[in-house]
């Protein structure tokens, strides 16, 4: 089984509709991210939390939430869908414990708003 | 807010090629990491660079950090089509431990 799990896969949805993605790792990590990736711009940090307490927006967090339900839980909510919400999702953890900011990423999230 | 920069942006080679990629930041470097990405799925960790004129080796691939550590190159020798994929740098933003990605490298490997 993979250390971090993104359900759904793949997600088509339409514009205004409200969407959750879930993240869930069995790593122990204390940290979990999301980014969205689209072609040519590489990975963008939308939010980030250090512990289940600590949430923090990161670079493009307009028009997106999110919940730390747990330690190995994470969601991220597009509260009204829009077309350029359009991209590929990342969840992704680390370890305060280990100095270093390695991240482990789940497989994606490949969202599609029409 | 610190930026890293990804040369070049994509990439064709005969297989048996050798190949570098780089990744320049705007600031000095609290941590420098390689990744890759096989097209539309997660990025698997390859490589971890903190000290400046540091150098590691994994099979193939070699990385390096400049003595300034604000430069970064990833160098793929003898290259074959399982190398093919997206590679992307990630750095820890300021010390903040929050990471940071550059746009990525996109690496065709022909036979």
């Known amino acids: 089984d993979a250390d971090v799990t993104q359900t759904p896969r793949n997600r088509i949805t339409k514009t205004g509709k409200r969407i959750m993605l879930e993240c869930s790792q069995t790593?122990?990590?204390?940290?979990m991210y999301w980014y969205r990736q689209d072609p040519g711009l590489g990975l963008r940090l939308i939010y980030y939390?250090?512990?289940?307490?600590?949430?923090n927006k990161g670079e493009i967090s307009d028009g997106y939430s999110v919940s730390r339900q747990a330690q190995a839980k994470f969601s991220l909510s597009l509260e009204s869908a829009i077309p350029n919400q359009t991209a590929l999702y990342f969840c992704?953890?680390?370890?305060?414990?280990?100095?270093?900011?390695?991240?482990?990423f789940g497989q994606g999230t490949r969202l599609t708003v029409v | 807010s610190q930026e890293l920069e990804q040369s070049p942006q994509s990439l064709i080679v005969q297989e048996g090629k050798n190949l570098t990629i780089n990744c320049t930041s705007s600031?000095?470097?609290?941590?420098l990491y390689w990744y890759k990405q096989k097209y539309g799925e997660g990025l698997i960790f390859l490589m971890m660079?903190?000290?400046?004129?540091e150098e590691k080796s994994h099979e193939k691939i070699t990385a390096k950090l400049d003595e300034k550590k604000q430069q970064s190159s990833l160098h793929i020798t003898a290259s074959q089509p399982s190398h093919a994929g997206i590679y992307l740098c990630?750095?820890?933003?300021?010390?903040?431990?929050?990471?940071?990605f550059g746009a990525g490298t996109r690496l065709a490997v022909h036979p």
């Open positions: 990630g750095a820890d933003s300021g010390g903040y431990n929050k990471l940071i």
């Open positions: 939390s250090f512990d289940v307490k600590d949430i």
């Open positions: 790593k122990g990590h204390d940290r």
């Open positions: 600031k000095t470097l609290y941590g």
């Open positions: 660079l903190q000290k400046g004129g």
């Open positions: 992704a953890t680390s370890d305060s414990g280990t100095g270093n900011t390695e991240a482990f």
